[in-house]
């Protein structure tokens, strides 16, 4: 199968996947909200928050993985590629046994690092437990999955993944149907579709790449070394990001409520939305871009970056702009007519991710080059500055969820639309506005679709469902319509897509 053929059909199950993910969430997260209440969600939100600091421990071994099985699979070299997949599942089991000590400390010590009901520590407790185990599961999928980016068949990942969100909804529906309402039924269901997915990576590696086993033998600790000297950057990244994004939902529990942790946590689900978007959008371009870097194909992969970059966000601001015009009723027919004074919020808390997003092309672009350093020493300079400006910015507004938000915003595009994008042109040797330039183009479709949403909206008065579907699809039709019109670049995608066969 050629590799445009192969990028057609990643790019159109990654779609695919995100549009299930976001039914997912849209179901899941209302019909949980519903039967626990907005305050037990807001533990949901928070628990999986802090489980991400475990993603700290394993990010600097797996963040790269990927980029340097692919390399040496692509070289060809079997010897180096057995020697590197032993090297990666050894340490990965080493990482597990540290990740189990710290989910088991966690779970016997809910009360000191949040605060929670009495009634609700048991559910917690199991939450923490569960979501615990699939991120271990997950972390035993990296070497495997290293596979299909080689391949360019990340659309069998993109199947699991729907497979995945149907079964957290499945099992959400399954408990509170014949038992009774828990915070922990959707990550049961995550806990068992993660568990068959890894199965699935497993045999297919085991039966076409039969020289790719786990043995002592093979343990290259020079291999592991470069590995960890190349992933401790990103890790430290890692740390930055939580700081930057994740910590908000924390910082509200702890110094507003429990409660409006649950509606903080409720609307950052458009984020997570938008980023699972930007995820799924992102790995389809990175199986060519290792291979351009492997082949020394720099200026190739620079310009395939540019394009990519631009693709990304342009599709983001559309629908930033349509979550800017219609996230408020979005969240009240979803959830509930509170949600109605939150509308700023909402606006808040996306209408710069079109920026900030998008940015995750050129921070894998720079893992790609090896590049990781500088960017994880201003994401930690900018994930502390975080925390003191939604301090400060608490004070000010007066009201603190709304300083949190704010915070996040402005720190959040200087460091992803500024500083990122000038020095991954400066390691380059590109014109410094390279980057920048597509990043803003997301600004064009997103206001385009702020002003036919606003007008959209005037003559449907959107009070159901059914009026949202079609106020929000007919200026998401509309906005990219006009997009492929008056943009080349984004008309040049669409015709060479439609062309690959």
Known sequence: MSTGNQFKRNFSISMISMIVQFFQSLIVTSYVQRAIGVEAYGYIAVVVNIVNVAGILTVSLTSVSSRYMVIELQKGDTNSSKRLFSTICLAILCVSGICVLFFAFLSTNLTRVMVISPEYINEVTVLVILVGADFIVQLFQVPYLSVYYYEERLYIYYFLVIFTNCTKICSAVLIFSIWK????????????????????YFFHVKKKYRYLVIKRTLFNLVQLKKILKSGVWVSISKLAAILLSTCSTYLV???????????????????????????????????????????NKYNMLIA???????????????????????????????????????????????????????????????????????PAIISVIAGIFNVLCAVLLMEITGNGIYGIAIAQLIVGVVRAGIIL????????????????????????????????????GRA??????????????????????????????????????????
């Not at 970056?305 to 009240?332: A, D, H, R």
């Open 460 to 501: 449907v008065q959107v009070e159901s469902w059914m009026t949202l579907i079609l106020a929000a699809g007919i200026t998401g039709c509309i906005a990219i319509l006009i997009s492929i019109l008056t943009d080349r670049d984004i008309r040049d995608f669409t015709f060479q897509f439609i062309k690959m066969h």
């Open 421 to 456: 994008p000038l020095y991954a042109a400066m390691q380059l040797k590109k014109n410094w506005f390279i980057f920048i330039k597509n990043q803003l183009k997301g600004s064009v479709p997103m206001l385009l679709t702020v002003g036919i949403g606003v007008l959209i």
């Open 181 to 200: 309402p828990v915070v922990w039924a959707v990550y049961m269901g995550a806990l068992i579709s993660d568990s068959i997915a890894f199965l699935v």
């Open 253 to 295: 529990n702890i110094f507003i409520s429990a409660y409006m942790a649950g509606i903080y946590g409720s609307i950052a689900q458009l984020q997570s939305i938008l980023s699972f978007m930007t995820i799924a959008i992102v790995n389809v371009y990175l199986p060519q871009m290792y291979k351009l870097y492997a082949e």
């Open 304 to 374: 395939y970056t540019e394009k990519g970059l631009k693709v990304i966000s342009s599709i983001l601001g559309i629908v930033v702009g349509g979550l800017i015009v219609f996230g408020n009723e979005f969240m009240s027919i979803w959830i509930t007519e509170d949600y109605i004074k939150y509308s700023l919020l909402i606006i808040l808390s996306v209408c710069s991710l079109h920026v900030t997003y998008s940015a995750e092309l050129i921070n894998q672009l720079l893992i790609t080059v090896n590049k990781t350093k500088f």
